[in-house]
């Protein structure tokens, strides 16, 4: 496909949301590209076809569709090829069995998403690989947990629901001085607001299920590779049989050409209600990187470009026999915010967070940890909402 602009490298990142992935003289100058939907790809000729020397050759390897977002995904990540895969899980799961065999050691940040943690505990331990976890504030002292086998290392920053920041690159450059690959999952940032390619990381990690798709109707990932990644990666799809598909692929590229816009919007009703949190008697801390009192933000601040809408907060409450009670009564009362999993899309939401499955970055709470999604309402509404599930809250008994 050919680039309508010669100088894309000097776009800003809206500039470049509106305009890349696309020449719209590819197609007649329709703005959006064609949804192709196609299994066979014809070939004019026997030797054609036998040496498929055609730029589509079967609707697995990508179309005129899944090529357009895989392009502007690799604008904005800066990466040398983008895949997509069904959903944002699978967007960890398919570079870890892209990458890893049996016998390998790999290590995981303690505060991962926990369907990753998932997978790893149950599916590459029957692979026979080893999983280990380490603390998210460790930087360069992953060296001292790399082994001969650590074939790759994972992070995440921030952490899932309570958003520990990482120094991605610290970690990613000892992670590599021990030959391992790097990869990360900047699902939160998206690459608008944190671009781990810059950082030394190898692998970026995207559920483009949540800003990219923007209104909580479409499931997808993206795996976007440097190039010393990219070619094994690009194999092991193919190899896996997986592939993105074309009205979802569609749907997300149409997502990214006002996700910058909405990213400022998520950021600043985020920020506005993450500080009015932190000045409420019954908030015991509100957990979101952009907040000073926030231990990781020196690093936020010194790496990332943004906040994006998901933060947590800690209701305070009196003795924990209290905490599932008070948090049910705080969730139930509200109007605004949904009750649901996921997030990124145009409706806020709200869920119970549990900790669980933490090993070695359990925070003390001083009572139920609640996640908000901000989402593209007034913020003075959202407050109000918020406002009657606090009131609910201290009435429960
Ligand atoms: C939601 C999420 C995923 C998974 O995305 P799905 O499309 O729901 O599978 C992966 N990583 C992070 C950090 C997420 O928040």
Redesign the pocket.
Known sequence: MSSKFENAEEWGDNTSLVHSGYNPRDYFGFVNPPVVHASTVLYPDANTLETRAQKYTYGTRGTPTTDALCAAIDELEGSAGTILV???????TVPFLAFLRAGDHVLVVDS??Y??RHFCDTMLKKLGIETEYYHPSIGADIASLCRPNTRLVHL?APG?NTFEMQDVRATAEAAKAHGAIVTM????ATPLYFKPLDFGVDIS??????YPSGHSDI???TVSANDRCWAELKEATVTLGICGAPDDSYQILRGLRTMGLRLERHQQSALEIAQWLESRDDVAKVLHPALPSFEGHEIWKRDFKGASG?FSFILKSPDASSYKLRSHAFLDALKLFGLG????GYESLAVPVNLGDRKLSKPTVEGPVIRLQIGLEDAVDLKRDLEAGFAAAAEAK
């Open positions: 069904p959903s944002g899980l699978a967007a960890v991962v998403y369907p990753t995440e899932s999952d900047n699902t939160w990690i995207h559920a483009a299920t949540k499931l997808m990932g998901v999993y996921s997030w990124g």
